[in-house]
């Protein structure tokens, strides 16, 4: 016997179990998403990982911080009408700025 064949009777679940069944399942469903929803967000997009990989190069050839060598690569971006992403890849593959 199952719930659906339970419920057509009359007064197969109360209002109280109504409310349990229902807490009982919003519980459930948190638990089973929250680990896949962490590994999602605890993760680095491969975009944030390029950018650490061309600041990194960028700080231990230069001998710079990390904030200068951002702006190394913002001001370089902007200064020669190029996207930063464009920038950031070419630096992580030549090792340096084009």
């Given at each position: 016997?199952?719930?659906?064949?339970?419920?057509?009777?009359?007064?197969?679940?109360?209002?109280?179990s109504q409310t349990a069944g229902v807490l009982l399942a919003s519980h459930a469903a948190v638990?089973?998403?929250?680990?896949?929803?962490?590994?999602?967000?605890?993760?680095?997009?491969?975009?944030?990982?390029?950018?650490?990989?061309?600041?990194?190069?960028?700080?231990?050839?230069?001998?710079?911080?990390e904030n200068d060598a951002f702006n190394v690569l913002r001001r370089y971006s902007q200064d020669?009408?190029?996207?930063?992403?464009?920038?950031?890849?070419?630096?992580?593959?030549?090792?340096?700025?084009?």
């Amino acid at each position: 016997m199952d719930l659906h064949s339970l419920e057509h009777a009359a007064a197969a679940f109360t209002e109280v179990s109504q409310t349990a069944g229902v807490l009982l399942a919003s519980h459930a469903a948190v638990a089973l998403s929250s680990p896949a929803h962490t590994l999602r967000w605890n993760r680095p997009s491969p975009r944030a990982t390029r950018s650490g990989q061309a600041m990194a190069l960028l700080m231990a050839r230069h001998y710079i911080a990390e904030n200068d060598a951002f702006n190394v690569l913002r001001r370089y971006s902007q200064d020669n009408n190029v996207k930063l992403s464009g920038i950031v890849r070419q630096v992580s593959e030549q090792g340096r700025l084009p």
